[in-house]
């Protein structure tokens, strides 16, 4: 059975690394399932060790894990404009964010109907173009704001767009706009609360921007898109076993369309996990400036030929041939390997699907 392994030594480790490197407040993300750990055992591991504050993007999950013993401890990243959904985060007393005349007045009106007093975090666009007040319309945010009195502002925070660039000027312009809009806020008579902009890459590469609070996934897990220099180990790898061993003669194609033939007679295992598990894919490619594409296509040429392992015991196997959605092909001629023994793949625990079972050691 394919099961996602998260060992718990080397998740401690990494809370230790990041709560020794700020003397910020750790909002834990938590979102795409505990960014593939298993959002509610995840967030209780993350509440062991002294975080308190988990933020999601997705209503529902929000309301889960407030539901699951975390009710005021939850921010809710992606505002809402429809009723029903803003009555269930005041009922369930999650932080939610405002980033525009609309979604403030949804969820005032419904914390007037619920006769409650709803807690919200302004979000300021200074860049990235999704959701958040932009910095000309600040002032104009703040006089509607003040107007409404069901709601109580407890933070501030913006999201930065580029914040692994190795050109930081983009990533300091939106810290001084974030920083300029908080000024104004506070001029025209609302109390921005708690501040944050960092996400993992940011607080990592930027400490004088960690402000009151600073947002952590990634980093969490080790598996981060800059140089790792932290100590911070990589979390998550699938499990699984050989279902079958076969004597493959030389000469013959493994796998689709035909991109791989043995040279010489193998003794191949089958192991049963394929992309549809979340190996051998790689995080959605979310950048596509034209040096991206060209380093994409560049990266795929060089990689076609190369050699990729999986762990069996203390030994290596080889994939043969493409990964295909339910198997791959290892090559066992040199392991003494059978059906039933374990194989250890690397894989982004948030690529692996939810029905995989998660187990923690």
Partial sequence: MNKLII??????????????LTQAKIIAVVKGN??????LEYTRFLSEKGIDIFALSDVRDAVYISESGFSGRVLLLTPTNDDEEAEMIIKNRITTTIGSMTSALTINNAAARLNETAQVHIKIDTGFGRFGFLPDEVIDAC??????????????????????????EHIYSQYRKFINSVEIMRQNGIDPGMLHICNSSAFLRFPQM?????????????????????????IGFLKSNIIETKELPGKHNIGYANTFKTRNPVRTGIVPVGYRHGFGIEKSRDTFRLIDLLRYVYNDIKSFNKKSYVRIGDKSAQILGRVSMYNIVVDLTDIDAKVGDEVVLDANPLLVPIDIEREFI
């Fill in 210 to 234: 960690h402000l009151d609070g600073v947002r952590i996934g990634s980093a969490f897990l080790g598996r981060i898109p800059i140089e790792n220099v932290y100590g911070l180990q990589r």
């Fill in 143 to 168: 006089t509607f704001i003040s107007t409404l009195s069901n709601i109580k502002v407890t933070g501030a925070y913006s999201h930065l767009s580029f914040s692994f660039s190795k050109k930081p």
């Fill in 7 to 20: 060992e718990k030594d080397k998740l401690d480790k990494n809370i230790e690394i990041i709560k020794g």
């Fill in 34 to 39: 505990g960014y593939g750990l298993g959002v």
